[in-house]
């Protein structure tokens, strides 16, 4: 099955900085690639997502790199706020079910004002 | 996008006993799915829940631990059988959007078994 790897585990940064969250797969056939940032008490969010035909996605602050030859994907958030601070998610899947997806470790991100 | 609620939000549990968790969607939605994610650490797979069919299980959990039922396309519960302090996770359900395409959560129940 599918294997996901995920760094750092913890990440600290200052506000206004960049952050940069590494994942890594083993199944070649996984083709959807999503992001989720998780604050404390709740559940997963989805915040980008990238398809395999797709190298890199961005939506204002946060963009996402993808190479499929490497099996690994990341992701970039700029000018970084304290409100950025949660865990993030790595995912990847390769069936055609987003809801059917292998996680990351996480990582948890402190921005520091 | 789908709203999703899960109850309870939290529950205390002795061991031995088993809790039923509840998952409403305000949509239809064919496949929904549920998750463990223990303490500090990532989400991983339980089953995938389809209406009008027994759940699938993934490798390591077995429908007597972990009974779902799935009675129409916005609802299903997921039990935890003859809990042990193991047991003790955040179990979130996550549904599809209509195209298959994103994937949204629950808050999760926190389960504590003591």
């Known amino acids: 099955g599918e294997n996901v790897e995920q760094h750092p585990s913890t990440l600290s940064v200052q506000e206004g900085d960049s952050a940069v969250i590494k994942c890594t797969y083993s199944d070649s056939a996984s083709n959807y690639f999503p992001w989720y940032k998780q604050e404390l008490g709740k559940g997963p969010q989805l915040i980008i997502d990238?398809?395999?035909?797709?190298g890199e996605k961005k939506d204002q602050r946060i963009a996402v790199t993808l190479n499929k030859t490497a099996k690994h994907f990341s992701l970039h958030i700029t000018e970084t706020q304290p409100e950025d601070s949660a865990v993030y998610f790595c995912?990847?899947?390769?069936?055609?079910?987003?809801?059917?997806?292998?996680f990351g470790d996480g990582t948890t991100l402190t921005v520091k004002p | 996008s789908a709203v999703i609620s899960q109850k309870p939000s939290r529950d205390i549990c002795q061991r031995g006993t088993s809790l039923t968790i509840q998952c409403q969607v305000d949509s239809q939605v064919t496949m929904m799915f549920w998750y463990r994610q223990q303490p500090g650490q990532s989400l991983t797979l339980i089953a995938t829940a389809n209406q009008g069919s027994e759940a699938t299980y993934e490798s390591g959990f077995v429908i007597d631990k972990f009974p779902i039922s799935r009675p129409n396309l916005t609802f299903s519960t997921l039990t935890v059988s003859n809990m042990s302090p193991e047991d003790s996770s955040i179990y979130l359900c996550?549904?599809?959007?209509?195209?298959?395409?994103?994937?949204?959560f629950g808050q999760g129940t926190r389960l504590t078994v003591v």
């Open positions: 990238i398809r395999s035909n797709v």
């Open positions: 995912a990847a899947t390769g069936n055609t079910n987003a809801g059917k997806s292998t």
């Open positions: 996550s549904v599809e959007d209509a195209m298959n395409t994103e994937a949204f």
